[in-house]
């Protein structure tokens, strides 16, 4: 039987088996784990960890952030709070959440010496980048691999002996502050991912994939899998009943309104505005992005799940705005504000990466625009806005986009020796547009 035939636990947990088998009982010297939006990828990483502690083989783990690192460190304590867990960190203020410092099996530390012999040591590749051990750890896993470019893995490799890579390969790529053309298509790629230079030098690494998403809802992983994995496809864990988005107080009939019946109906809403090339902070688009979420919350919105028996209240911290810009957030904020709704989180693609919500409204980073430009079609910016949501998604864009992707056709150079992973950033662009075009609601504000 293959994993397209097993129910979405069972696929699960089938893959998770395999991944813990070749990590625990494999020799390889790395795993590699493919994970779509919302597939647990930090439940592996956590339970790999433990497994790992348990069986005697104390490791480190890498994570990008320091909020992934203590997000990891709440996780363990959680999970085995009799656990010896170390937290490495910097000697900057205010370093990590002070939450573990609530945590009796937790220490913390700038020093990985005074952390040695702990079962787990957690910290950054930055922090892990700067330290020297006498013998390397027999284990290490690294969290987010595919945002940790090729030259931060370098720097630590030399700290462990095995490895398991987990990371999502439909995010935005690894941030890199000087221009990487001249090593594009080439195996020691600094600016590659880290997986994408391991696999360039390994080929014959064990490669698995979680294929079930537990964050999106059955309306939106068949098009995040098309247009940004088609790999590396995926489904739902959750079927068309299992979740229901209502509210408490009727339509007005209004386009923000309209737009949000449709996306309670159809998990996706288009609130399209009249065309027209505008300043990136579109005045009317930000109002038109700001009125959205102002009627999420007067509405009296209630998200029903798998997650419990009762509906759960739609309420500020459970919402999301997503732009492709940081000005375009501060206006989003400034109008929410103004809106008495400074509550709701209002942030780039690049922040939102990992985060979940019920309900994002997001300002199409192609609104208004009057060219198509490499950064505006990455694949992983459109994924990452995209793919935050476990009821709805609503888009807000000018109309036009369609003209526009026709009038900037996909130019990319072809790099050879480059992995192609997912499409360009123009055919997932034109095929997510394609899909909201059946549950668009035009408006004039």
Known sequence: MTTADLAPAAAAARATAAILHDTLQGTDRGVVVDSPPGAGKSTLVVRAALELAGAGRPLMVVAQTNAQVDDLVLRLAEKDPD?????LHSSDTDPYDKALDGLANVRTSAKASDLSGLPVVLSTSAKWAHVTVDEPWRHAIVDEAYQMRSDSLL??????????FVGDPGQLDPFAIVGSEQWA??????SASAVTTLLAHNPDLPQHRLPVSWRLPASAAPLVSAAFYPYTPFRSGTTHDDRRLTFAVPSDGSGPDR???EAAESGWGLLELPARHTPRTDPEAVHAVAAV?????????????ERAAHPAPLTADRIAVGTAHRDQAAAVRAALTGLGAADVTVDTANRLQGREYDVTVVLHPLSGRPDATAFHLETGRLCVLASRHRHACIMV?????????????STEPVQLGTLVKFPDGWE???ATWLHLQDHRVSWRP
């Not at 656990?83 to 937290?87: A, D, F, I, Q, S």
């Not at 720097?155 to 398991?164: D, I, P, Q």
């Not at 864009?397 to 056709?409: E, F, S």
């Open 155 to 164: 720097a630590v490799a030399g700290l462990f002996e095995r490895a398991l």
């Open 293 to 305: 979420v102002r009627r999420l919350l007067d509405r009296g919105g209630a998200a029903v799940s």
């Open 397 to 409: 864009c000018r109309a036009g986009v369609a003209d526009l992707l026709d009038d900037y056709p």
């Open 428 to 430: 997932a662009m034109f």
């Open 259 to 261: 737009v949000i019946d």
């Open 185 to 190: 298509g080439l195996s020691y790629d600094p």
């Open 83 to 87: 656990l010896p867990v170390g937290r």
